[in-house]
């Protein structure tokens, strides 16, 4: 007789016998649980539940979290679509790819770290991509480096930013409770943050892509 799983295994994995255990499994396993929860820590029990294992059998295929983060950091990579990004000027188009990168990153802040020093090839095609938006920009050979060098910093940086700065109401509450002259100049600051974090994406974008505009002009330290 087939044994019937029971309690969260029923909910995780149905009836019956659960589906063999791989690393592509696991890796699936872990995409899911960033993207439902991805403030909270990814663990290797949190993925074993996911995948309905124990978490020393996830440790026959990933010798610790790192490894693990890793991959899933890999898949995630080589799993972004080319996203539409329209005709027109090249500012709008980088504008496009930009924004589609960022929608991609919001659900892994975890993996941002694994996905800047991956040895697998899965970024190239974003690159490529890249450089093909850059091409009527008339970049030269020095700077064409430094423009992608610029906005991926932007882009990885936000996502960092955005997926592990505190929320907004807990520094006001915080805040709140505080006396004295520091706390009196920093509570307007903070009244404003919600809505100056929901232009910020948009500013950071017109920035970057002014920045792109000087170097393909020639002119690098000049402020618009």
Do not use: N
């Not at 899911?32 to 929860?37: I, K, Y």
């Not at 899933?72 to 930009?98: F, K, S």
């Not at 490529?128 to 430094?146: Q, S």
């Amino acid at each position: 007789m087939t044994p019937v799983a029971t309690g969260t295994e029923t909910g995780r994995r149905g009836r019956g016998r659960p589906p063999r255990l791989s690393s592509e499994r696991i890796v699936e396993g872990a995409v899911a649980e960033l993207e439902r929860e991805p403030s909270v820590s990814l663990t290797i029990k949190r993925v074993a539940d996911s995948v309905g294992a124990a978490p020393m059998a996830l440790y026959r295929y990933f010798p610790d979290r790192d490894a693990l983060l890793q991959a899933t950091a890999d898949h995630v990579l080589a799993a972004m679509e080319r996203a539409p990004i329209g005709d027109g000027p090249w500012q709008d188009r980088l504008r496009a790819w930009m924004r589609a990168g960022q929608e991609r990153l919001r659900p892994y802040p975890q993996l941002v770290p694994y996905m800047t020093t991956t040895q697998q090839p899965a970024w190239i095609p974003g690159l490529a991509r890249l450089r093909e938006i850059l091409t009527p920009a008339g970049l030269d050979d020095e700077d064409l480096p430094l423009a992608v060098a610029l906005i991926c910093s932007t882009i990885i940086g936000h996502a960092v930013y955005d997926g592990y700065r505190r929320p907004d109401a807990e520094m006001a509450a915080q805040v709140h409770e505080a006396t004295g002259p520091a706390a009196d100049a920093v509570r307007p600051i903070l009244a404003g943050m919600p809505a100056a974090h929901a232009r910020l994406h948009e500013v950071v974008l017109d920035t970057t892509v002014a920045a792109v505009e000087r170097l393909a002009a020639g002119r690098p330290g000049q402020v618009p």
